[in-house]
């Protein structure tokens, strides 16, 4: 007989994997509700099946609230103990699929271009788990309620997280009035709960702790990999893949929101703003490994780390970083070296015990 979610959690309170937090724990049976109607048998209909229509979707939850209120770990233990077949993602990476699907779709001349998408979600998985909704990007406010519409129709369950109510997504957006009937689509669909816990879990582990470490030695190392596992609770952590303008964007380790790279892999490629966008919408926390001395030999590089650092900033993102020298030594000459000077405050502002706790 299958645990209940509550069961596995009250046991990992109590060997200290889990802090017991009484929000949390208020949240549980609705995700067991949702299991148990998603593992209830089908009845198939009579003449062996024939023209069976999809099972209906099962009422699936909308839970949001702030950055760290353990949002994504209940999501964890909800989609380990459901058997049927399912997916989780990063809402942003799920909806650049699509948006590949669609193009594809008309490339090759379907007159319905998103129908392809929904059906060959829908014959995938019966629940779809998505981490973070938020709807910035004016193509997929476009898409995203009939897409939905369309997946519930052919019996996809969908639970989510997001730090905002439904009524906030898109906020402001362009042609927002476009977009206002998917907020009643997802209130049909979906159970909205806040999650209002008092203590933001990662803004609290991080709270007084050193998160710029230089240089970037051995000790440095290890302090960045106990922070990482901290942040990330042990747990095995999985390649995120954005898709931005048809090229792949890669951050080599993420889980629970918090991505982890190296230097050379984020400031060595060839990216640009647009890229580092999306890393900072994806992501609460950034880990960056091994930052050289910066100078004239690697000033491409040393342009890029400055954008980088820029679109952190202004996204309240939560930087961790190893580098080789403190901010104010780290570029120190050679051309750009006086432009440094604002990159080097923004690093030691966000050192800040509180940095990011305001982000929306």
């Given amino acids: 007989m299958r645990k209940s979610l509550l069961q596995i959690y009250d046991a990992r309170v109590a060997t200290g994997l889990l802090k017991a937090d009484a929000a949390q724990r208020a949240l549980l049976p609705r995700f067991d509700d949702i299991i148990e109607a998603l593992e209830t048998p089908v009845k198939k209909p ?56 669609i193009e594809a779709a008309r490339r090759a001349k379907e007159e319905d271009a998103l129908l392809p998408a929904a059906k060959e979600i829908a014959a995938s998985v019966r629940l779809l788990c ?26 996809v369950t969908i639970v989510t997280t997001s730090n905002r109510p439904p009524e906030d997504l898109y906020k402001n957006g362009l042609n927002r009035q476009l977009f206002v009937p998917f907020i009643a689509i997802l209130r049909a669909q979906l159970d909205v709960v806040e999650i209002a816990s008092e203590t933001d879990y990662r803004q609290h582990r991080l709270t007084g702790a050193q998160v710029y470490f230089s240089p970037a030695s051995k000790s440095a190392h290890a302090a960045m990999d106990a922070l990482w596992d901290e942040l990330t609770g042990h747990d095995a952590a999985t390649k995120l893949e954005l898709e931005v303008k048809g090229r792949k964007v890669v951050v080599p380790h993420f889980h629970n929101g918090v991505g982890r790279a190296s230097f050379w892999e984020l400031c ?42 820029d679109t952190l900033y202004e996204a309240k993102v939560r930087l961790i970083c190893s580098a080789a020298e403190v901010p104010e030594r780290l570029y120190n000459e050679g ?10 405050s923004r690093l030691r502002e966000m050192q800040s015990a509180d940095w990011g706790a305001n982000r929306a």
Avoid at 50 to 56: H, Q, T
Avoid at 62 to 72: E, F, T
Avoid at 276 to 287: E, H, N, R, S, T
Avoid at 301 to 306: G, H, I, L, M, S
């Fill in 130 to 155: 998505f981490d973070e909704m938020q709807i910035t990007d004016i193509a997929d406010a476009m898409i995203v309620g009939r897409l939905f519409e369309e997946l519930f129709k052919r019996g």
């Fill in 46 to 101: 009579g003449l062996f099946g024939l023209f069976a229509k999809p099972p209906e979707a099962v009422r699936g939850l909308y839970l949001w609230g702030g950055v760290g209120r353990g949002k994504s770990m209940l999501m964890d233990l909800f989609h380990e103990a459901v058997s049927v077949p399912k997916r989780r993602v990063h809402f942003h990476a799920f909806m650049q699929e699509v948006q590949a699907k």
């Fill in 268 to 309: 060595g490629a060839m990216l640009g703003p647009g890229d580092y966008l999306a890393i900072a919408a994806a992501v609460k926390v950034l880990m960056i490994d091994d930052i050289p001395q910066l100078s004239a030999s690697n000033f491409n590089e040393a342009k890029r780390f400055v954008t980088l650092i």
């Fill in 335 to 344: 051309t750009g070296s006086f432009e440094f000077e604002r990159t080097a």
